[in-house]
């Protein structure tokens, strides 16, 4: 299985609500990534967790909220988003860097999210 | 921290002509450099990467070449097909421990007419 499943495909939330976005990999990698997307643009990284622990935050605003509950998962909790949020959100997962394993990191099909 | 710069930011070819895409970056420590394609609504799928100990990377009808020395790399596209049409991203990364963190380029929009 070397699939990434992203939930839900499509959100549509107000200012004031509180949602959550999940991603889940069943490949045993341990490197777990979530990245936003605005239209016309490249992927934008936000945060990485390696075994389990946030390794990289770029400096991304508190209204965003990353978990890791277990190796296999990932959740982003929205809270108090504002408009310019709305974009693709992209969920990727990697193993490596060993020589012997792929250094490919496998992205999720995203959730695109509208902030109204 | 590195940065990737990617050119032409639009292309359009002929079914059947070549497609180049060129990158450079600014890290000398980078050493894994993926090209995803992205269709409209889908998500990034990588179709070739190179590691910096390898010059050259051929699939197919696609290759990949690396110069470390002036830090580019190029994706060759031969036979371009309509289902070629998409964005292409160049990245570059290095390894930290346990994890990669890729820096894309800003995408070519690649239009094949048949």
């Not at chain 2, 390894?95 to 094949?112: A, D, E, M, S």
Request: charged fraction near 20%.
């Amino acid at each position: 299985d070397t699939e990434v499943t992203q939930t839900p495909k499509h959100l549509v939330m107000g200012m004031t609500n509180k949602k959550s976005l999940k991603c889940e990999q069943h490949m045993g990698h341990r490197a777990m990534y979530w990245y936003k997307q605005k239209a016309k643009k490249p992927p934008e990284l936000m945060f990485v967790y390696s075994y389990e622990k946030l390794s990289i935050n770029e400096s991304v605003p508190s209204r965003f909220s990353p978990e890791c509950p277990n190796s296999s998962l990932l959740n982003l909790h929205l809270h108090a988003l504002q408009p310019e949020d709305s974009a693709l959100y992209l969920c990727a997962s990697s193993s490596g860097p060993r020589v012997d394993q792929s250094y490919e990191q496998y992205f999720g099909p995203g959730t695109r999210l509208t902030v109204t | 921290g590195e940065n990737v710069e990617q050119h032409p930011s639009t292309l359009s070819v002929q079914e059947g002509d070549s497609a180049v895409i060129k990158c450079t970056y600014s890290d000398s420590a980078s050493n894994y450099f993926p090209w995803y394609k992205q269709e409209l609504g889908k998500r990034p799928q990588l179709i070739i990467d190179i590691r910096s100990n390898v010059g050259e990377k051929k699939d197919q009808r696609i290759a990949v070449t690396l110069n470390k020395t002036a830090k580019h790399f190029s994706l060759h596209i031969t036979e371009t097909q309509p289902e070629d049409s998409a964005v292409y991203f160049c990245a570059a990364s290095k390894w930290n421990t346990g994890f990669q963190k890729l820096v894309f380029g800003t995408g070519t929009r690649l239009l094949v007419s048949p």
